[in-house]
Every structure is written in structure tokens, then in C-alpha cells.
């Protein structure tokens, strides 16, 4: 892998395909194939991907920036 870091959307996808990163979350197998029927579905919201990144140990490298509206 690059140095670049990977958006939420690439690190949850490396989630969600490694049983070596799940395994860190801690949950169960069960619960990963519950999880990736709803990923392929596009029904995990960004709270939730970001919860399973940070339990299984992910950090976050950059805080969010907003740009305002004109």
C-alpha cells in the first residue's frame, strides 16, 4: 500500500474483505456478514463505517474540512 492514506470508503472496504482487520474489531464473523450484505447494499452510513474503523483500531489521519457556503 501507498503512503497515501485511504478514504473512509476504502479503509471500511478493507473492513469488510480482511477477516485479519475484522478480527480486530473484537464482533463477531456473524456480525461482519450482517455488516457486508448492508455495505454491497449501500446501507452503512458514514457514523456507522466510522465506529467499525475505530474499533477495529483505524485512526483517523485528517479531521474532516467543511468548506461554507457563498
Known amino acids: 500500500m501507498s503512503n497515501k492514506a485511504p478514504t473512509t470508503d476504502e479503509a471500511f472496504a478493507m473492513l469488510m474483505t480482511s477477516d485479519y482487520y475484522w478480527s480486530f474489531t473484537g464482533l463477531s464473523h456473524q456480525h461482519k456478514r450482517v455488516m457486508r450484505v448492508r455495505w454491497r447494499k449501500d446501507q452503512v452510513s458514514a457514523e456507522k463505517k ?13 479531521e474532516k474540512l467543511w468548506q461554507l457556503p457563498e
Do not use: S, V
Open 50 to 62: 466510522e465506529e467499525l474503523l475505530e474499533k477495529a483500531g483505524f485512526c483517523i489521519k485528517q
